[in-house]
Structures are given as structure tokens and as C-alpha cells.
């Protein structure tokens, strides 16, 4: 593969998006790439009793969303120049399944994700999910290191 079309960044809140934003930016412009900005959001908590959980907590979930995904459209106008196109997504899921569902879902041909104290990646083997992405993803990864 000589080209990277598509390119997805993994974001955590907690990451230093900006840093992560630099590189995916260099490489977008230099393979003229779309950038796409992902966030995986928790999944609905299930409240017992309720079908399916009472709506003042749906919706202030729903708000919580809205408002993570304004956050991310944010980071597209402020982090990558206006002549790259990309989009924001947020998903709800399980971390791992999710990212590489989207990036199969959009053909992504480099997956950067940012590691640090408190990253993605951080939590992924927090959760003892471990590698599980290295090892199931099928695509180039680029992992940027943070500082705290």
C-alpha cells in the first residue's frame, strides 16, 4: 500500500488530541487523505426496572452526547485546515469492536491512536482487553506517544 485515503483517529477526551491531530494532518495533507475523528462513547447503561431507563437519564445521556459530538466537530474546524476533509463520529460500543468495525465499515487505510498514562490505549489494557486491538486489526497502526 502506497496511500493512506483514509485516515481514522481514535480519541479519548483525556488524550491530547491536538498532538494526535498534527500528524494525522501532515499525513492527510501529504496523501490527500480524509480524516476521520473517532470517539467510542459508552453504551446506554441498563437500569434495572426500567424499559429502558428513565427518560430524565436518557435525557441527560442524550445530552452528554450532544454535547461530545459538538466537542468533536470542534476539533475538526480547529485542529485540521479547512482544505482536508474530514468528519467527526460519535459511536456507542464496546471500544475495541467498535473501532474496528468503523474502520472497516469506511475502508481506513492507518489507524493513529495516542498512548499515555491516561489514553485509549491506556484503558484498552486497563480492561484487559490488552492487545486485543493490535491483534485484531487488519489495518496500519500509528501510535503517537503523549506526554502527561
Known sequence: MDTFKNIMVAVDFNDSIGELMVYAES???????KIWVLHVAEPEPDFVGY??????????????????HRALQEICKNFISAEI????????????????????????????VGTHKYSFLH?????????ELFKQAEIPMLTIPIED
Not at 499525513?27 to 487523505?33: G, H, I, N, P, T
Not at 424499559?51 to 461530545?68: M, T
Open 85 to 112: 476533509k474530514s468528519e467527526a463520529l460519535l459511536i456507542q460500543g464496546s471500544t475495541v469492536e467498535t473501532v474496528l468495525e468503523e474502520a472497516q465499515k469506511l475502508n481506513i487505510d492507518l489507524l493513529i
Open 51 to 68: 424499559e429502558p431507563g428513565p427518560q430524565y437519564i436518557r435525557d441527560i445521556k442524550a445530552e452528554e452526547y450532544r454535547e461530545e
Open 27 to 33: 499525513l492527510a495533507q501529504k496523501f490527500e487523505s
Open 123 to 131: 484503558n484498552l489494557l486497563q480492561e484487559s482487553i490488552s492487545l
